[in-house]
């Protein structure tokens, strides 16, 4: 699904070291990975480079065969579309109620006047099929709630909502629990495994937490100083190697 | 910068303004003649006339109540019509003057931005009172030339506020939208404007309010808004009508403040949720059942059919000039704006002269008084406000202030008592509009500038007597609760915790007055005083539309030049103390601002 080939970023903020530094990573379709690493390693400049969001300074990013910085506004559009992307901060509007928030996450294959549609009067299928998402996410109850007036945990929920209801091929989520309480970032990342593997979505999560990433990926990116240190299994000597611990 | 710096910046200033306008204290003192008049105006104040104080007006037709009526139809029609004018230019100024809309353009692209914007600035830098009598001039008595009058300077100010609320919104949201495949536009719209938009209809209502009370100042240059019949009333002696109409101004203007602070909670923070379980079988249960704010949806409604009405209803005031003599009047009115000496010999190099002879004699005295007029005001108003606040500060004047228990006093019904006294005399100050209450102020004082300092700093003393305030009642420092658990007083905690804490704060807010009091400072002039507006007022009396329009274009490069000192020294203070100093209520940005 992603190809990078020595793939370098470099930010224009006239720093030496470049944020990622020739980095080779091949994702297939329906792979969970978690991407670990200290602060500053390069966990949310490889995720940029994935959502296309960042361009390499050098080498090459291509999803689905196409390098994504070749590709048109439209086409480039069109794969966002593919991609949901969970920020560390969640990215919602807290004025809007949930089912807007959620909503928003089709706004590749909407355009801009259907998104309108969506805020002034959502259809009654999409209505449904919200409903239906929240179900399943456990807060029902919510859809019509302003956004702010919940708690952080069930934000989360929203926020993993509207990258379902994208209908994704691929789920970016950038720290997505760092904000909550061990418990509940266990079972906010239980969820968004569960549903992403149910429904063939690939995932690719960053994560600062092993431990609890160990419960639930196979595959783990370890990145440190921009570069890959680990590809595959766990070991703890590899952790170790990899936030210099000592042994 | 230090507090201790922008104090002695403000005593200095305050001392070369006092010099500069040879201000003289005896003048503070009412003449012989205005204590009459106070006298006779104060007292009247408890009997306000609910029929015509002369018998001869009486017999003329029309009620008393009738003219009341209609003249705050007319008040209240043009300014919500000029408000949906107002909403259009600062919807769309506003976007084009973000720089959240620009962002990812390119540099050619986001130069418009700068057009725009400057646009914007001209737009509102000219006082509504000044864009009146240019357009009363231009297109002689027409309704359209008091709409357009408040239009304008209302879009500008609505359009810049609603372009820094634009760039403050955080773009989270719009980043994700983008990310995931959504296009610029509406990443924008359902990213930033969504988020930003109970901030913009706050602010939206607070500018009605405003509005209102401008488009009743428009009555002193003739156009049949409230003000007209006020200041007639007033110039006859029949002050209790004068009472009248301005308890009319003071309700209206309370019941929009009114409006505006009970829909700031549920849009800022939206409506109460029902207490109860809600079901969560089916998307129609919880549709019935989700919260609502009643007040927000029956305001909509109210705005929507108010504007409807104010459109539609026929004209009640208007000459009936055709179009062809408007037409004439016009061109005649666009050939006289070319400087007389150009207009006669028809060598565009005389206009050096010409200009360098006004400027020198008149222009930049002019200039000078009005700008340490308005400063004047603004420092007064500020020093008033930060001994003021400590008193109508709510959670300092309650039995537990700061939620210290301060023990049984007789003396604290005294205390909330002229708490609220002083909170009623700002209220009422800040619901009079500068222009009326320097109008007043110079019947009693004589033409001196000691009234128009006086109006100026009273009504934004009221402002900023309020804004002031909710800062501290807003604000958790801890300080305060310990000085006053150590056995420390009200005012100590005030001075020595919150004041401090929230000086910053303050200063911003000043600022944003300062400006408003160069703006208006323009204006009061055409009252009596020798600063711009009493040039333009005295060109427009001699049918010099040439001199006319250049103090015009002067008064708002003067405001032009105080907006930007004060946008500078705003941005100064944001970046040296930024939170917790400077802290944002609740919602997000004040929409007094």
Same mark, same amino acid.
């Given at each position: 699904m992603f190809e990078l080939r020595a793939a370098t970023l470099r930010y224009d903020?006239?720093?030496?070291?470049?944020?990622?530094?020739s980095i080779d990573l091949s994702i297939q379709t329906g792979e969970q990975i978690c991407l670990l690493g200290a602060?500053?390693?390069g966990k949310s400049s490889l995720l940029g480079l994935l959502n296309g969001r960042l361009q390499p300074s050098a080498g090459s990013v291509s999803y689905l065969g196409v390098s994504l910085q070749d590709m048109s506004v439209k086409t480039l559009r069109q794969a966002r579309g593919q991609m949901a992307w969970i920020p560390q901060d969640l990215?919602?509007?807290?004025?809007?109620?949930v089912s807007h928030n959620v909503s928003s996450g089709q706004v590749a294959s909407k355009g801009f006047w259907g998104m309108m549609r969506s805020l002034v009067l959502m259809s009654q299928t999409e209505q449904a099929r919200i409903h239906e998402l929240l179900q399943r996410l456990g807060i029902?109850?919510?859809?019509?709630?302003?956004?702010?007036?919940?708690s952080g945990g069930q934000q989360q929920r929203v926020a993993i909502a509207r990258a379902l209801h994208q209908g994704p091929r691929v789920i970016l989520a950038d720290e997505?629990?760092?904000?909550?309480d061990p418990t509940r970032a266990e079972d906010l990342l239980r969820l968004l495994s569960e549903l992403s593997r149910e429904a063939g979505v690939t995932l690719v999560v960053s994560l600062h937490d092993a431990r609890l990433a160990q419960r639930f990926f196979r595959r783990f990116v370890g990145l440190r100083n921009g570069q890959i240190e680990i590809d595959g299994e766990l070991t703890d000597r590899e952790l170790q190697k990899l936030y210099r611990l000592p042994s | 910068m230090s507090r201790r710096t922008f104090l002695v910046a403000g005593i200095a200033l305050a001392i070369v303004s006092f010099s500069s306008l040879n201000i003289?204290?005896?003048?503070l003192l009412p003449s012989p003649g205005g204590r009459t008049i106070a006298v006779d105006f104060f007292s009247a104040a408890l009997t306000p006339a609910?029929?015509?104080?002369s018998a001869a007006t009486r017999s003329l037709g029309a009620s008393f109540a009738e003219k009341l009526i209609g003249a705050l139809w007319i008040t209240l029609r043009y300014a919500v019509m000029a408000m949906t004018m107002a909403l259009v230019i600062g919807v769309v100024g506003g976007v084009f003057a973000s720089r959240a809309w620009w962002q990812r353009s390119s540099k050619s692209l986001r130069a418009m931005r700068s057009v725009v914007r400057l646009f914007l600035t001209a737009i509102r830098s000219v006082h509504e009172l000044l864009w009146a009598l240019l357009l009363l001039t231009a297109?002689?008595?027409?309704p359209w030339a008091a709409i357009w009058a408040l239009a304008l300077p209302y879009g500008g100010m609505l359009a810049k506020v609603f372009a820094e609320t634009l760039d403050e919104t955080s773009d989270t949201a719009s980043v994700v939208l983008r990310a995931n495949g959504g296009s610029g536009i509406a990443a924008f719209v359902a990213g930033i404007v969504s988020r930003a938009l109970p901030d913009l209809v706050t602010h939206a209502v607070y500018r009605l309010e405003c509005a209102f009370r401008a488009s009743a100042v428009l009555?002193?240059?003739?156009?049949?808004?409230l003000g007209y019949e006020l200041a007639t009333s007033f110039e006859d002696g029949h002050f209790r009508e004068v009472w009248t109409y301005l308890y009319t101004i003071i309700f209206v203007s309370l019941a929009l403040e009114w409006w505006g602070a009970r829909l700031r909670r549920p849009l800022t923070k939206g409506a109460t949720p029902a207490k109860q379980a809600m079901p969560t079988d089916s998307v129609a249960a919880l549709w019935s059942k989700r919260a609502r704010s009643p007040l927000v949806r029956g305001s909509g409604i109210a705005f929507m059919l108010a504007t409807l009405v104010c459109w539609i209803a026929p004209a009640q005031?208007?000459?009936?000039?055709?179009i062809a003599q408007r037409y004439d009047n016009f061109v005649r009115f666009t050939l006289e704006l070319v400087p007389h000496p150009v207009r006669e010999s028809?060598?565009?190099?005389?206009i050096l002269s010409w200009l360098g002879e006004l400027l020198v004699w008149d222009g930049v005295v002019a200039m000078w008084s009005t700008f340490h007029l308005g400063t004047l005001a603004a420092l007064f108003a500020g020093a008033v406000a930060l001994v003021g606040i400590g008193v109508t500060a709510r959670s300092l004047q309650s039995?537990?202030?700061?939620?210290?228990f301060m023990g049984q006093s007789l003396s604290l019904s005294v205390r909330v008592g002229s708490a609220a006294l002083l909170r009623l005399g700002a209220l009422v100050f800040r619901a009079i509009p500068e222009f009326i209450l320097a109008f007043i102020c110079l019947q009693i *004082? %004589?033409?001196?500038?000691w009234a128009l300092i006086v109006a100026l700093a009273l009504h934004n003393a009221g402002v900023l007597l309020r804004l002031g305030a909710e800062v501290i009642d807003n604000r958790d420092v801890g300080a305060d609760q310990v000085l006053l658990s150590q056995g420390a007083g009200r005012f100590v905690s005030y001075y020595l915790a919150l004041l401090p804490s929230a000086f910053n704060r303050f200063l911003l807010l000043l600022l944003y007055r300062w400006e408003t009091c160069i703006r208006e400072a323009t204006v009061l002039?055409?009252?009596? *005083? %020798?600063?711009l507006g009493f040039l333009i007022s005295e060109a427009r009396v001699r049918l010099f539309y040439d001199e006319m329009l250049l103090w015009i274009v002067l008064s708002g490069a003067l405001v032009m030049l105080g907006d930007l000192a004060s946008d500078s020294l705003r941005s100064l203070l944001r970046r040296d103390h930024r939170q917790p100093s400077i802290i944002r209520g609740p919602g997000s940005r004040s929409p007094y601002l």
């Open positions: 903020t006239g720093g030496t070291t470049p944020a990622l530094n602060s500053g390693a990215g919602l509007v807290p004025s809007l109620r029902p109850e919510k859809m019509f709630t302003r956004t702010d007036q919940l997505p629990v760092s904000a909550v | 003289q204290w005896p003048d609910f029929d015509f104080q297109m002689g008595s027409s009555g002193f240059v003739g156009i049949p808004t005031w208007g000459s009936q000039l055709s028809g060598n565009w190099s005389e039995s537990t202030p700061r939620d210290v *004082f %004589g033409p001196t500038v002039g055409m009252l009596s *005083f %020798g600063s």
